[in-house]
């Protein structure tokens, strides 16, 4: 419906121009959204208030301008009303929607996707936490939001690309291998202080056990310089095996696990520097090599190779972004902490100085999770070990509800994680209130066939019973399901699906509650069951998509 609304306003403003009412040339996309309140009506546009400065008339003028070109042949609409400063409200005929359920049982578990991103690649980078202890909470977050946003990408037709990139170089691998080294030391009686940014953590220790327990004594008077290197390959390599295991049971795999030394194979990063500063992008101050990424609107240049001759982050994420892009992604989308917000301009002008174009790189940042424990924080460290990890989560208060819970708040929004309410089952925990919904109508549908009932097909159904406000607002909430996913898609908010899916809840539970979808009335039921089968297919390609599961009993 919101593509029908789009077209005819579209093919307003077309006549509107004919009739030299609208300047030609380039006009603002027309942009039409579905209102909350329906005192507004279905959807509305502010198309008029955009073309405003273009057009250098009243919105109010251009809004009733447009009115009288709205070619309604299609009899959709109740109404078209102007409001406030010269948005156009759109009122849908209550016959119309009913129609539009055919799609929903035509496509079935497809329902809801489109060909928006008609084949082109996109790679998506997140978690990408460094292989220095297990994945914690904060972790967790990203790893959802990573994932559904690539579930979201490839519904709409894009070809996705799930990638992890293994910081597994410098100092904090370093001091890992220190850690793992000094605890297996101690197990075997050299006990020692641990230096400023070794980690300390139980895993540490784990990890010094099974060394000792594999290797004896080998390492306990070896010189640590020897040592160490062999220690981080060792403790690296466990650790990222853990943390792979961890993100395959919250339901998250990826395509490619990449390793930041395969950028320094061969002098990979040397090389490309070189071509940089050939083409000026580079130059050298002192000893110290800088990028002049404020040509590309950074507040200032920043350093790739330090004054003792080592890369900085910056001059390995140039080197990875080059690779992502010359192995033929359209896009791609980078998920950071919200700490890395300032790093941004900084990877925008590397792409730009790399030859793609400014919107290639996309960045989600997400924000810190606050975990609590029936309201009381709980502290999270990774070096002092302080921290619920993320398979202690899920072991707790399982998948279903943890990578829900994460999709709660916008991504760039804290959250707070408790994790009693997460494993209550009570329509205050949002993941329960949904998959209960879905229960619900299994649960109805068996009951209809034991009573000899089938849910119809649109053919069959009496649709024209369903006149009630809370079944017009179902069949309205089913039918805007495409829009949602598009509009997420668009965005790249993975958080509009649960807002939705609360809302579709709600509406059901609200409807069955006040009526019976069994009674007496053959036609009523068949039509009403048909309308729960619809609803039932929206919340299972929505769960999917979040990667929740759809439990026919509860």
């Known amino acids: 419906m919101k593509q029908v609304i789009t077209a005819l306003l579209e093919n307003a403003i077309r006549s509107a121009v004919a009739d030299g009412l609208l300047p030609a040339g380039a006009l603002p996309p027309v942009e039409v959204d579905w209102t909350k309140d329906a005192g507004h009506g279905d959807y509305a546009s502010n198309a008029a208030m955009v073309l405003a400065r273009p057009a250098r008339k009243n919105p109010r003028d251009i809004a009733g301008i447009l009115l009288e070109r709205i070619d309604d ?5 109740e109404k078209v009303e102007i409001a406030g400063p010269g948005f156009m409200n759109f009122f849908i005929r209550e016959g119309c929607w009913s129609p539009l359920l055919k799609k929903v049982e035509d496509e079935g578990g497809r329902y809801g996707s489109s060909d928006l991103g008609k084949g082109r690649r996109i790679q998506v980078e997140f978690v990408s936490a460094n292989p220095t202890g297990p994945l914690h909470i ?36 370093n001091n890992l291998g220190r850690s793992v080294l000094l605890r297996y030391r101690e197990l ?4 020692s202080e641990f230096p400023e940014g070794c980690y300390k953590g139980e895993y540490i220790r784990d990890l010094a056990a099974e060394l000792l327990k594999r290797e004896g004594e080998r390492y306990l008077d070896m010189d640590p310089e020897a040592a160490i290197p062999l220690l981080t390959t060792y403790a690296g390599g466990a650790i990222l095996e853990g943390i792979k295991e961890d993100l395959r049971r919250f339901g998250v795999v990826f395509d490619l696990y990449f390793s930041e030394r395969e950028l320094y194979r061969e002098d990979g990063v040397g090389i490309l520097l070189r071509a940089l500063e050939e083409k000026g992008f580079i130059y050298r101050e002192g000893e110290a090599l800088w990028f002049r990424t404020t040509a590309f609107g950074d507040e200032k240049d920043r350093v790739v190779i330090r004054q003792n001759g080592d890369p900085t982050y910056f001059a390995a994420d140039i080197a990875y972004h080059r690779n992502k892009f010359l192995r033929g992604f359209d896009t791609v989308i980078d998920i950071w902490g919200a ?45 002092s ?11 707790e208060v399982g998948k279903d509800a943890a990578r829900y819970n994460f999709l709660m708040r916008r991504s760039d929004s804290h959250l707070d994680f408790d994790l009693e309410l997460a494993k209550r089952q009570s329509s205050e925990n949002p993941v329960y209130y949904v998959q209960y919904a879905y229960a619900r109508i299994c649960s109805i549908l068996r009951m209809a066939a034991e009573r000899g009932y089938a849910a119809p097909h649109y053919g069959e159904a009496r649709l024209d019973l369903l006149k009630s406000a809370e079944e017009i607002d179902l069949i309205k909430a089913i039918t805007r399901f495409p829009e949602v996913i598009e509009g997420a898609a668009r965005t790249l908010e993975p958080h509009r699906l649960t807002f939705y899916l609360n809302d579709l809840a709600a509406v059901f539970h609200s409807y069955y509650n006040k009526n019976k979808v069994i009674s007496d009335d053959g036609d009523l039921t068949g039509a009403r069951l048909f309308l729960a089968k619809s609803v039932r297919t929206v919340l299972e390609n929505a769960l999917t998509l979040l990667g929740v599961s759809t439990p026919d009993k509860m």
């Open 385 to 395: 070990g302080e921290f619920d990890t993320l398979r202690e989560v899920v072991d």
């Open 188 to 191: 075997l009686g050299r006990e």
């Open 73 to 77: 042949s299609g009899r959709i609409l």
């Open 138 to 173: 904060g972790h967790a977050r990203g790893a959802v939001v990573g994932d559904v946003v690539a579930n979201i990408l490839a519904a709409v037709g894009y070809d996705v690309f799930r990638e992890y990139y293994i910081n597994d170089t410098g100092n904090q691998m």
């Open 339 to 383: 700490d890395h917000h300032g790093y941004i301009p900084r990877m925008s002008a590397a792409v730009q100085a790399l030859g793609y174009a400014k919107e290639a790189l996309k960045v989600i940042l997400v924000q810190l999770v606050n975990l609590l424990r029936d309201g009381k924080p709980v502290a999270m460290s990774t070096r």
